[in-house]
């Protein structure tokens, strides 16, 4: 079963956040330095709420399992540098990025907030790494809520939403070279 399957079949999905914000969660705490239980961070899923919204202990288990079979395929597509976009998420000429987008970047910046002090730990002010780290952080923000990026960009002068594109296009590239690099920070840290 699929997660969108599971979704579709299961009355309480409507208290679960949807497909693409849900693997964006996923994909953040695949790309963080250290590893998080799940048990740590599922609740984010089902909006922090102490009780999962499910009928019964099997479903528990079925999402679960299906969420720990996405953050092992994220985190094996990460380090190998070949991740890319969720199947559906695109650019749109009308709306610069389309829903599906909008909501894998939101779970992202969800899941980053659940790893933040991590990154900020191993990456700290005025280091490369940080610099990578705020350059992935401000990409997603602007995938996010591109109509007030370029609102406050056209206020600038500058009307360029072939930077949407780029930054879209750069996303996988820069989500992995983050990830391997927190890897490898963490690390070195936990040997030192």
Known sequence: ???SEFLAQHADSDKLLNEMQTRGVVTAMAAAPHVISPSEWLPVLWGGEEQAPFENHEQFEDYANLIVDIWNAQRQQLLEKNWQWPEGCLLDDAEIVNQATRDFAEG??????????????LMPENTDGNALLGGVVLSI??????????????AQGAEELAQFEEIYN?????????????????EDAEGA
Do not use: F
Request: charged share 15%; hydrophobic share 45%.
């Open 141 to 154: 923000s602007l995938l996010y809520d591109p109509e007030t990026a370029l609102s406050t960009m056209e």
């Open 108 to 121: 992202l910046l969800q899941g980053w907030s659940l790893t933040r002090d991590d990154w900020e730990t």
């Open 1 to 3: 079963m699929t997660l």
């Open 170 to 186: 750069a996303m996988p590239i820069m989500l992995c070279g983050l990830t391997h690099h927190g890897a490898a920070l963490a």
